[in-house]
């Protein structure tokens, strides 16, 4: 049971990501699995780094695989398995009838990351002061803005698909961007859509290449920003969070693009089941975490 649920952890990051809005990140938060990918992803990539840098002077197996050992397997690999099988079925199969009730899946997303936010802002290990909360709102007039950007429409040109796949991955480590949306605002939310129905096997190659090089850099970086700066990083993670919700706004240019006229009730309805459905999974957390320390 335990390798199940795991899986449909993971499903539900990977299904996150194929829809523009949903953050990978956000859903990892919600889902209780961010610690572990984040912390997993930095013991693979130290992994590799001792055996790029030191097995060829005769030495460092043995430290990649103390590295390796350090992340916690029985949750990664079925929730690493549940990813990708969820991601291409979505694509495949889920994304195409989303679009014709855009604006519920937009309310009920929306209700999602809103019941969401007290997880970073809980986790964040000490009481937030005044300037903690400046910190937070900038934060979020910042994404707010960003969100909000125009897509422009770049040729997809190597360096283009590249570069476009390092930064959009990013967002499924760092709550509150959607790398569907980054790649959407770039132009490149279709190509890939397209390149991955078709088959295209270079396109994605040259895709998911860009995206474990963004994912190997930006890992390090929010890894050690966690471990050093934790409360800082979670103030900032909370503000973005936060400052994303206008991208899930069902009454937006994005949400009411295919016109599908939702009533107003049933928006409001699946705003608040989202915000149920998390808080109840925040709520039952914490019920088992007072039980286990008793």
Known sequence: MDWVKNFLRGGAIGTSEALPGISGGTVA?????????????????????????????????????????????RVLIPALLGMPVCLIATVLVVEPLIHSHTQLVYALFFGLVLGSLPIPYRSSGSPWRPVHYLLGLAVAAIAFVVVGLPQVQLTPYPWVIFLGAAVAVCALVLPGLSGSFILLTLGLYEPVLSAVRNVELGYIALFALGAVVGLGTFVQVLQYLLSHHQHLTLVVLTGLMAGSLRALWPWGATATENGDGTAIWALLLAMVVGFGIVSAIIWRGEHTDVHATR
Do not use: S
């Open 29 to 73: 938060l919600i889902v209780g699995l961010y610690a572990d990918l984040i912390g997993g992803a930095g013991h693979v990539l130290g992994a590799v780094r001792h055996l790029v840098t030191d097995v060829p002077r005769g030495r460092g197996t043995a430290a990649a695989r103390a590295r390796l050992a350090e992340a916690n397997w």
